[in-house]
């Protein structure tokens, strides 16, 4: 059976949905349809669907020109995702500060280790030397979360944006081609004529 033949039953709701669609409804045709359909207890699914095709089109569209979706809804500030860039530098610092966590840790261990090491020509006692490297350790360690404060604030602030640099061209005019004097212009002034016309501008 086609969807052309299938039959939907036009319950109340339904109904109240389609009775003001008709004066709306630009196609006489489809708008009769729906009409006498609407005396019926059934209404084919073809003019549902028709129906459904004139409300995606242009006329259809115009209904919802000017209105918003969920108007009382208050939605969160859009927060555009960050640039590739900005997200490699973010990753970049990660791997730098778990590089400086781990270093720490290692340091501190490290220096506890040759501390208890260190003390055994000492002729201490095993509580005196466990004192000796856990101090060393402590001393490390409390080194090496002032260095990572420090690190980490200056890693935080952000950089200052770089003034692009600009290169000032000068222009060459030894590519330019001398002009041509044409017979109006005058020829410049050299020799004896350059003199006379200074002579004659300090008798003025």
């Known amino acids: 059976m086609s969807q052309s033949n299938v039959n939907v039953s036009l319950e109340r709701h339904l109904r109240h949905s389609l009775e003001p669609v008709i004066a709306l409804i630009d196609d006489r045709a489809l708008s009769s ?4 359909h609407l005396q019926t207890e059934s209404i084919p699914y073809s003019v ?8 995606r089109s242009p006329a259809g569209s115009t209904l919802l020109a000017g209105t918003t979706s969920s108007p009382e809804g208050k939605f969160g500030q859009y927060i555009p995702p960050d640039e590739p860039e900005k997200i490699a530098l973010a990753k970049k610092n990660e791997r730098k500060a778990i590089t400086a966590i781990v270093n720490g840790v290692l340091s501190v261990f490290g220096s ?31 080194s090496e979360v002032v260095l990572y404060i420090l690190w980490q604030s200056r890693s935080s602030t952000q950089p200052r944006a770089r003034r692009p640099k600009y290169i ?7 590519d330019e081609q001398p002009r041509q004097l044409d017979s109006n212009d005058e020829a410049p002034a050299s020799g004896l004529r350059l003199r006379i016309q200074a002579n004659s501008n300090n008798e003025e």
Do not use: C, M, P
Not at 33 to 36: G, I, L, M, S
Not at 118 to 140: C, D
């Open 33 to 36: 349809q729906v009409a006498q």
């Open 48 to 55: 549902l669907h028709a129906v459904s095709r004139w409300s």
């Open 112 to 142: 506890g280790a040759a501390a208890w090491i260190g003390s055994e020509r000492t002729n201490w006692k095993q509580e005196w030397r466990v004192l000796f490297a856990l101090s060393v350790g402590t001393v490390v360690a409390f």
């Open 168 to 174: 000032r061209v000068t222009k060459d005019d030894s």
